[in-house]
């Protein structure tokens, strides 16, 4: 027979479809028809075939061809018109409605594993694709008759490539436990390094496709809807009955391009879920709770998240917490959300106290999250180490960015405009502990729309006693009307706090652009502070505040001769207000510290106080209020060493009195 070209070329994915009935048929050469060829008959003119044909069908894959020279398809377009279509003959199968003839089907995908199914199938009972078997069912349309039944189990290595699937959603119900077992589901994973690509599924009661444990499974471009309408009211928001992807545990596993809709939740994954990959996820009308809720941070990689209209977060990654769980390495990125009824990102753990071995995120990288019409862009809690970049919100409920129990974390750049309360807030929760915050870069317009008493600022600091410590601001552009404050520190106690380069446009900040309250201590810097006019700006006028340098040694503004605080000879203390002939302020000339009493036997102190020993030049700081022993001084003498006083706990801060001179008197006007 005269050889003849095909009338178009064939993609690789269609050469592999139908390769096993190419090569194994040797077409012409067979004496018998393509399809009344017995498998006897195949093996023994596979034994025979030339060197190319056995390299060629060696180098056939899954996935296509590896080889650069393509002889398969070299091969395919060789082959006549009339064997082309007996090949076709051979791999599809007929219009049917039976399960076992799917099933034997698959089960006879001979040596290359590769299956090409045409056709419309209903299933009454569960399809198991064999181990190793590619399938192609992109003309294939499936559906599910039998309830609490997974259309199609999916063993070790197998893949599933195209179709559409739907469901037998008469048997849904909400399922509140927040369990799932392997019924009503489209796929089943049965087994290691499964690989779904590219389906269409509809109509499920439980999931499109659930992974129960195995590994290494990868998911691409599914598009999945579930049985939910939008603004279905049969979604309460406890409810955990129907979601589009379930990974209940497993590693490596990947998710990418999938689109999830009217779903309770479009895809959780559960713990341990070591090192998923989620990426190009997108989510809309989920009307029971996420988008995408995700247990387990360890190696967690979420890169390119787009979602609209859920009822709850769009990406909730959280830590259960009742175990102490710990979680390293999780990175998210470039995640957008519009309408979203609480966060487009929330990341936390689930405990309402927190202790030392709380569960936590050790080493985070979040970074340009952005969110429209929602409550928040962003809520992140409970980080050991990190940084958080390029966080911006528009027509914002509450806050743009909400921080909570986070050490040793760098938060740069945050842009809000219409935010309902503070543009980046500082929180805390029993047990939290705020330290090492470095805040960067805030441009913040018209915060606090909502007119919340406490909440009209750009930036609020309000941890709880002793709960915030080395917190620095640097950089907040401040702008719009109603606002009270650009930055706004509460509650007290923070320790060892840095502002610099804050501005309030004129008329934005009724209060100022930075305020503190008296509780507030240890500020270690202000400088190039700005309140654009506004009314003043309050900061305790008994604590000496940085304001810069001046040579090698440090300026500092205070209304009083300072009673609190470490001084080094040559710092100068600049008086904020001043009078004519008024000291302008003074001048150390003895390194050491300042205090506010002397030492006394059962005296109550207060947090703060800074008190000089009765009997020795050692200055104290109270760390913990209490009364003071009946006896002597406290014996201390290593400068940071902690002591015992009575009830009270004190801190040795200098084994010097710092000494002043004052300045020269202002002349008159």
């Known amino acids: 027979m005269k050889a003849s070209s095909m009338g178009s070329k064939p993609t690789r994915r269609a050469a592999v479809a139908v390769v096993a009935g190419l090569v194994t048929s040797a077409a012409a050469n067979i004496p018998k028809n393509v399809i009344e060829a017995d498998d006897a ?36 377009n060789a082959q006549s018109a009339e064997t082309a279509a007996r090949v076709a003959a051979k791999t599809a199968l007929p219009l049917g409605n039976q399960t076992a003839t799917l099933q034997a089907f698959l089960n006879d995908a001979g040596i290359l594993g590769v299956r090409q199914v045409v056709g419309d199938f209903t299933l009454a009972s569960t399809v198991a694709v064999p181990a190793g078997v590619y399938v192609d069912m992109s003309k294939a349309n499936t559906r599910m008759t039998a309830a609490d039944t997974p259309m199609f189990s999916l063993g070790e290595g197998s893949t599933v490539v195209g179709g559409k699937y ?15 077992t392997i019924d009503s589901v489209a796929f089943a994973v049965a087994g290691n390094n499964v690989s779904i690509s590219d389906t269409i599924m509809d109509n499920f009661a439980r999931a499109a496709i659930y992974n129960p444990g195995f590994d290494d499974l990868k998911i691409a471009r599914p598009r999945i809807r579930g049985v939910h309408g939008n603004g279905s009211t049969t979604i309460a928001a406890g409810d955990a009955g129907c979601f589009g992807i379930y990974i209940a545990t497993g590693a490596r596993n990947s998710v990418e391009g999938a689109t999830v809709s009217h779903c309770s939740i479009g895809m959780i994954a559960g713990r341990p879920c070591l090192d998923l990959n989620v990426r190009d996820f997108y989510a ?7 988008g995408a809720y995700l247990q387990d941070g360890t190696g967690l ?3 390119g998240v787009r979602g609209h209209t859920i009822n709850m977060n769009l990406i ?32 936390n753990s689930i405990q309402t106290t927190l202790t030392a071995s ?29 940084t958080i970049a390029n966080i911006s919100g528009v027509d914002t409920g509450r806050e743009v960015l909400t921080l909570i129990d986070l050490q040793d974390v760098v938060a740069d750049i945050t842009a809000s405009r219409n935010c309902g309360r503070v543009a980046v807030l500082v929180n805390t929760i029993a ?36 709960e915030g410590k080395e917190i620095t601001i640097d950089g907040v552009d401040h702008s719009g009307p109603g606002a009270e404050h650009a930055v706004w520190f509460s509650n007290g106690e923070q320790e060892t706090l840095r502002l610099r380069n804050i501005a309030a446009t004129p008329g934005s900040a009724s209060g100022g652009a930075v305020r503190l309250i008296s509780a507030s201590r240890r500020l270690a810097e202000w400088h190039n502070i700005d309140d654009g006019g506004n009314s003043v700006t309050f900061y305790p006028t008994n604590l000496p505040v940085r304001t810069g340098s001046m040579g090698y040694r440090t300026r500092y503004a205070c209304n009083i001769l300072p009673t609190m ?11 904020t207000a001043t009078n004519s002939g008024d000291v302008p302020g003074w001048r150390c000339i003895t390194a050491g510290a300042a205090y506010s009493k002397v030492r006394a036997p059962s005296t109550a102190y207060v947090l703060g106080e800074w008190v000089k020993a009765a009997n020795s030049a050692r200055v104290f700081e109270v760390i913990t209020a209490g009364t003071s022993g009946t006896g002597g001084d406290p014996a201390v003498s290593k400068v940071g060493g902690t002591v015992t006083d009575g009830t009270a706990i004190l801190t040795l801060r200098a084994s010097a009195v710092a000494a002043f001179r004052a300045q020269a008197a202002l002349a008159a006007a």
């Open 316 to 347: 909730k990654v959280q830590l259960q917490g009742g175990d102490n769980e710990q979680s390293y390495s999780t990175t998210i990125s470039n995640i957008s959300g519009r309408d979203i009824v609480d966060s487009v990102l929330s990341l």
């Open 301 to 303: 990689n979420v890169d």
């Open 565 to 575: 605080g470490t001084f080094l000879a040559g710092d100068a203390i600049d008086k």
């Open 41 to 76: 008959q195949i093996a023994t003119k596979i034994k025979t075939e030339g060197t190319q044909t056995r390299t060629a069908l060696n180098a056939a894959t899954v996935h296509g061809i590896q080889t650069p020279d393509d002889p398969i398809q070299t091969a395919l």
């Open 284 to 290: 809309y009308s989920i009307p029971g709770q996420h």
């Open 358 to 386: 709380s569960s936590r995120f050790n080493g985070l990288a979040v970074s340009n999250v952005v969110g429209n019409r929602c409550t928040r862009v962003a809520y992140i809690a409970n980080v050991r180490g990190g």
């Open 166 to 180: 739907s469901g037998y959603a008469t048997d849904y119900a909400p399922h509140t436990s927040g369990s799932l």
């Open 431 to 466: 047990g939290a502990d705020t330290r090492r915050l470095t805040i960067r870069g805030v441009r913040s317009h018209a915060p606090g729309l909502d007119g919340a008493a406490g909440y009209r600022a750009s930036v609020r600091v309000m941890c709880a006693a002793s």
